[in-house]
């Protein structure tokens, strides 16, 4: 996963493997121009013999040409109005695609401007690095014995425009953004064996290094504190459960901080309502709000930003055995409200209403946003390609929606009220942990965790159950962890809460 990075000037000539921009209908920018015109039309008769338009995202390899180039590279880069940063990284991440498939360890990618583009050629080139450092991600730390075609081979990335300084000052505040994913992706893909709570916690204490200031509180302290909900959750497991705070307070003195919150079920068996078998090993990642909270607090502390920002993640496993909780207990959170547990697979807004309640005690936020791999539910209503979005508060709804448009974290917004709210009424306790059926299942957890709200607080739940794993992954996305939430929560501070 390591890569250099480098932004030049155009040189006297190209060798290697190099890319060059294409636009729509077959239209040759300024360098494939050039060196179609050095290599007596080759370009031309390549694009006249395939199915290249030159589409957004579109590929065709010219071979055989004169000069020193050993593979080109034509990039669609489609309609200049459609080329934003999105694309722009999309486009980087075509990009690393074809080489790690070629084989190639070295590939030169040339930043033409785009007429009618919204980005300057340096944003271009910076977007586009951004793409391919992202996309260029592989998981394989435990492999011992691995095909040659299925290892990374791109090692150093040139791009080439006419002001490389301008690429390189964008880069470097955008560059932190692949450490922050990376730690996600790598938190989220870890086997529970090696990853439980209190590994999870050691991690993320790395980033005090950033000057994150990082606290972790064990199952003595959560008792004092009354946090009875989250500690049942983990009682099975031999495991003892954490919860992990962290704090970056950069912003204006005495200005309300925004409070990030985590769900960290390091893994998920169901407990007494045990999981069926099949695709049980697939709840490693059920702590997947919790990893992206932690990265984005990573890419806040990295880029310095002047925001004042606490997260709160719950750490924990929900195992069965002997002291495991069941079905029909009622347990007391730190709210003070009572909870019957109908289904100890609904384990997750158990912990998260104890980790809220504390967040909001101690740090009296303007905001709150919790982030979690909640309910199957979200996933038959929305499928992998957006979350859901519950949210208290319209202002807080738009600012979350127009962070994650551009960046690709699409968000769905799901009704809350009070008759959903009745579903989750309990005879002998405040409330029970799920509704009397399947109906609106994502909508019933939401409205659980909305009881742990305090007044005045903007809340946003936000259950990333479908899209924080991809079994196919995208352009910029390798399949596997993807790391959904670390962008869109800094977005949303850097554009709303930084002072």
Known sequence: MWMKVEFLAFPKAFTGNVAVFVGAEKQLLATAEAIDAAADGAVTRALEAGRFTGAKGQTQTVLGHSGDIARLLLLGVGKGQDLDARAAEELGGVVAAEANAAGHTAVTVVVDPVEGSRLSPGAMAAHLALGVRLRSYRFDK?????????????????????????????????????DAVFLTRDLVSEPPNVLYPAEFARRAKELTKL?????????????????????????????DSQLLVMKWMNGPKGQAPVALIGKGVCFDTGGISLKPAAGMEDMKWDMGGAGAVTGAMKLIAGRKAKANVVAVCALVENMPDGNAQRPG???????GQTVEVINTDAEGRLILCDAMWYAQQKFKPQAMVELSTLTGAIVVALGHERAGLFCNDTELSNRLRAAGSGIGEKLWRMPLGPKYDK??????????????????????????????????VAWAHIDIAGVAWSGK????????????????LDRLIAENYEG
């Open 142 to 178: 435990y492999k011992t014995k691995d095909k040659p075609e299925q290892k990374l081979s791109l090692q150093r990335l040139t791009v080439v425009l006419a002001a490389p300084a301008d690429a390189r000052k964008a880069y470097a505040q955008l560059e932190p953004v692949v």
């Open 211 to 239: 000057g994150v200031k990082v606290e972790i509180l064990g199952e003595a302290e959560m008792k004092k504190l009354g946090m009875e909900t989250l500690l049942a959750v983990g009682q099975g497991s031999g495991r």
């Open 329 to 335: 207990d009622v347990v007391k959170s730190m709210s």
């Open 423 to 456: 579903l989750i009424d309990s005879e002998i306790a405040d409330m029970k942990n799920v509704g009397g059926g399947r109906d609106g299942g994502s909508i019933t957890a939401a409205q659980f965790l909305q009881r742990f709200v305090q007044d005045g």
């Open 473 to 488: 992954g995208d352009t910029i996305t390798p399949k596997g962890a993807t790391a959904f939430g670390v962008r869109l």
